[in-house]
T-cell receptor, first 113, second 112 residues
Framework: GDSVTQMEGPVTLSEEAFLTINCTYTATGYPSLFWYVQYPGEGLQLLLKATKADDKGSNKGFEATYRKETTSFHLEKGSVQVSDSAVYFCALSDRTGGFKTIFGAGTRLFVKA | DTAVSQTPKYLVTQMGNDKSIKCEQNLGHDTMYWYKQDSKKFLKIMFSYNNKELIINETVPNRFSPKSPDKAHLNLHINSLELGDSAVYFC???????????FGEGSWLTVV
């Protein structure tokens, strides 16, 4: 079945450091890929998405590129801020999976001032 | 206006009690969900409804019963609460399955 694997956290960075959170997926079809972010005490919210190969999703300085050849959708940001401290979830939705959204286990990010 | 709202936000209750969590969305979406998030932040889908019809029912004890009176509401009733039911429960909605999911703020359930 479909699955999403993302790097274990927590990830701790200093402010203005470069961020990469790895995400790889397994799917039988051609899924849409998402990154969601959960700030403390809140629900998840969409950060960015990509619906086909080579698409790049971007929002709030975060980027991720849909790489079909490596089945990856790594999240990057050039310069993190303290306010980026949150839990980040990679997810996929696949037509052949009945469009059920599959979430990764989440990666907690701490950014120190 | 909150897009997906759920109540109560916090709930502390004793083992064996029955409790309900209510959810409403004002986005006009046709699909609604209940997710459970454990203390390690792992997110697990419990149920999904499309136009009031149950379409996903994961392996969840039958003590959990969802009810969708209309497509804007999806409530969760839990019978005979157990310690292991302590978690954060998120209601969510989307326009059709597979599209962006909009989450509520969560209901923090503690069973003592």
């Amino acid at each position: 079945g479909d699955s999403v694997t993302q790097m274990e956290g927590p990830v701790t960075l200093s402010e203005e450091a470069f961020l990469t959170i790895n995400c790889t997926y397994t799917a039988t079809g051609y899924p849409s890929l998402f990154w969601y972010v959960q700030y403390p005490g809140e629900g998840l919210q969409l950060l960015l998405k990509a619906t086909k190969a080579d698409d790049k999703g971007s929002n709030k300085g975060f980027e991720a590129t849909y790489r079909k050849e490596t089945t990856s959708f790594h999240l990057e940001k050039g310069s993190v801020q303290v306010s980026d401290s949150a839990v980040y979830f990679c997810a996929l939705s696949d037509r052949t999976g009945g469009f059920k959204t599959i979430f990764g286990a989440g990666t907690r990010l701490f950014v120190k001032a | 206006d909150t897009a997906v709202s759920q109540t109560p936000k916090y709930l502390v209750t004793q083992m064996g009690n029955d409790k309900s969590i209510k959810c409403e969305q004002n986005l006009g979406h046709d699909t609604m969900y209940w997710y459970k998030q454990d203390s390690k932040k792992f997110l697990k889908i419990m149920f999904s409804y499309n136009n009031k019809e149950l379409i996903i029912n994961e392996t969840v004890p039958n003590r959990f019963s969802p009810k969708s009176p209309d497509k804007a509401h999806l409530n969760l009733h839990i019978n005979s609460l157990e310690l292991g039911d302590s978690a954060v429960y998120f209601c969510a909605s989307s326009q059709e399955s597979g599209n962006t999911i909009y989450f509520g703020e969560g209901s923090w359930l503690t069973v003592v």
